[in-house]
Structures are given as structure tokens and as C-alpha cells.
């Protein structure tokens, strides 16, 4: 009976442990989700755009093989490349920070000088059209284009997390950011479905609603949606030059060029007056022009430079095949 109640005693050890680790691993999950937000609203405001066109029959099977596909890059390619960067090569982090934080403002920037300066857009094929005949091939291009830029969105996010998690060991780092991959598909992709389906929604309300005031808010759901995409993308940029700036200033200080992140730290109490909020609002409005300025300067170096080579290297195979 004595042995019962210590293997009892001991399994009760055991889930104790097992309890807190669980809520460990949720609470690092939460802090590193969070440092990923602006990444996270512009991965929501732009994947509706890959679903336009289709059928409402077929949006949600092609954001959930969208969603698919971000898992399968997050869980199968990037943790594992991340996690071994984490072992063995740790200085890595923060270039890469800086590489990632150096993408989210050209985005961010490039879409603000579109908006001000519009200039000719192609889509599709190398010759900027797509073959209207073959609806069932260019669902498949348009979700394998949603794949690849969300392989580079999420490459972003597990960067940011890593960066974030304070793990004792490597199986608790593994284990918060496979619950970060698959809590932020799971609420960029659910979001991006909710979206996505609400006008249809409202059309179904306005035609079908017994009673006038279902009627009216289908209708207003209807109209309010455009609007609501539209603050999504205003969001989703300003978000995007705001958490572009600050990876790339936090990640500057860490690697011991302190100055910038000191700077603004200075600025920031001195003008906010010791007001924490304020504080913070100076701070991001600050990161926010900075992230602008950088994507300034790097946007001719992708349109210029990176861009001629990347079409020229699978521009090519695409052709081929």
C-alpha cells in the first residue's frame, strides 16, 4: 500500500512538472507571438488578395490548402533550419533579424510610394497574363504563389520568436515555437477566412432575412467589407515599417552598435513627459520612420538588382516547365 501511494506520490510529481512546462511553453509562445504582430497583420491583409476571382465555392479550399502549405513550410522547413542555427550558430540570429526587418520595410515602403506614385502592375505568367482557360491551373499558381510568400513571412516569424523565447533547453524552444507556428496560421488563416467569407455572408442575410434588420446588416456587412480590407492594408504597412525599424534597431544594439536604440530611448522619455503610453507611441512613431527611410533606400536595390536576377534565375524554369 506504502509503494502505491509513492508511485502515486511520484506520478503527481511528474504531472506537476509536466503542468508547468505546458504553461511555460504557452506563456513563451504568447510573448514570442506577440513580437511578430506587424508580420502577422500584413500576412492577414494580404492573402485575401490570392483567393479573388474564384468561385465562393472554392475560397476556402484554397485557403486551407494555403494554410497547409504555411504549416508545412513553418514545421518541416524553417524550425528545423532555425533551431540549428539556435545550436550551433547563434550569431546568426540577428543579421538575419536584420535581413528580415530590412524586407518588411522595402514591402511596407514600396506600397506607400505605389499608393503615391502608381506605376503599371503584372501579374501571373512571364508575360504578365493568366490563362483565363484553365481556371484549375491557376488556382494551383495562385496558391503556390501564396506558399512562396508566405515561406518568406514565415521565415520572418520564426526568426522574431526565436529571438524572443527565453527556453532552459532545446526541446522546450522546439516545443514553444512548433505551439507558436501553429497558433499564428491558425489565427492569420482563420482571420483570412472570416474575411474572406463575410460578404457572402452579408449577401446571403440581405437575400434571404425574414426580418428587415437582418436585411439591413447583410447589406451593411456587404459594404462595410471593402473598408475593412482597405484599414487591414493601411494597418498591415504601417505595422510592417514600424516592427521592420524596431527588429532592425534592437538587433543593431544587440550585435553593439548601441546608439541608435539609446537615441531613441532618450528621445522618447524626453518628450513623453514620463507618460508610459506616450512613451511608446514616440518610440514606434520614431521605429516607423526609420523602417520608412530604410525601405526608401532599399527599394531600387530590389527592383534594380534583386528582382532582375531572381526572374532571370527562375523566371527561366518556370518557362521550362
Known amino acids: 500500500m506504502s ?36 508580420v502577422i497583420i500584413d500576412d492577414a491583409a494580404v492573402t485575401p488578395k490570392y483567393v479573388q476571382g474564384f468561385a465562393p465555392a472554392r475560397e476556402l479550399p484554397i485557403i486551407w490548402r494555403i494554410a497547409r502549405g504555411s504549416l508545412i513550410n513553418k514545421l518541416v522547413l524553417l524550425m528545423p533550419a532555425v533551431l540549428l542555427m539556435a545550436a550551433f550558430a547563434p550569431w546568426m540570429v540577428w543579421p538575419l533579424l536584420i535581413l528580415g526587418g530590412g524586407y518588411l520595410c522595402y514591402e511596407g515602403a514600396e ?28 488556382e494551383e499558381e495562385k ?28 526541446w522546450m524552444q522546439a516545443a514553444t515555437l512548433a505551439v507558436v507556428a501553429v497558433l499564428i ?20 442575410m440581405n437575400q434571404n432575412g425574414s426580418v428587415a434588420a ?6 451593411l456587412i456587404v ?48 518628450y513623453g513627459q514620463q507618460n508610459p503610453g506616450l512613451e511608446w507611441g ?13 525601405g526608401l533606400f532599399l527599394i531600387p536595390i530590389g527592383t534594380k538588382v534583386i528582382a532582375p536576377i531572381w526572374g532571370a534565375l527562375f523566371g527561366k524554369k518556370k518557362e521550362a516547365h
Open 3 to 38: 509503494g502505491l501511494l509513492a508511485l502515486l506520490d511520484d506520478v503527481s510529481a511528474i504531472a506537476k512538472v509536466a503542468a508547468a512546462s505546458v504553461d511555460d511553453i504557452g506563456a513563451a509562445a504568447m510573448k514570442a507571438g506577440s513580437k511578430t504582430a506587424g
Open 111 to 138: 506600397k506607400i510610394v505605389h499608393v503615391l506614385m502608381p506605376h503599371d502592375q503584372h501579374s501571373g505568367g512571364p508575360d504578365g497574363s493568366h490563362d483565363v482557360k484553365d481556371p484549375e491551373h491557376l
Open 143 to 170: 496558391i503556390q504563389g501564396a506558399i512562396k510568400t508566405d515561406f518568406i513571412l514565415s521565415a520572418e516569424i520564426m526568426v522574431i520568436s526565436l529571438s524572443a523565447i527565453d527556453a532552459p533547453n532545446f
Open 185 to 204: 496560421t491558425a489565427v492569420v488563416y482563420g482571420a483570412v477566412a472570416v474575411i474572406v467569407k463575410m460578404d457572402d455572408v452579408g449577401m446571403w
Open 214 to 219: 437582418v436585411r439591413g446588416l447583410g447589406r
Open 223 to 270: 459594404r462595410f467589407m471593402p473598408w475593412l480590407l482597405l484599414a487591414l492594408t493601411v494597418i498591415g504597412t504601417a505595422a510592417m515599417l514600424w516592427v521592420g525599424g524596431s527588429i532592425i534597431v534592437h538587433s543593431l544594439h544587440e550585435m553593439g552598435w548601441h546608439m541608435p536604440e539609446e537615441e531613441i530611448h532618450h528621445i522618447a522619455v524626453a
Open 282 to 294: 514616440i518610440t514606434a512613431a520614431i521605429d516607423f520612420v526609420l523602417g520608412f527611410v530604410v
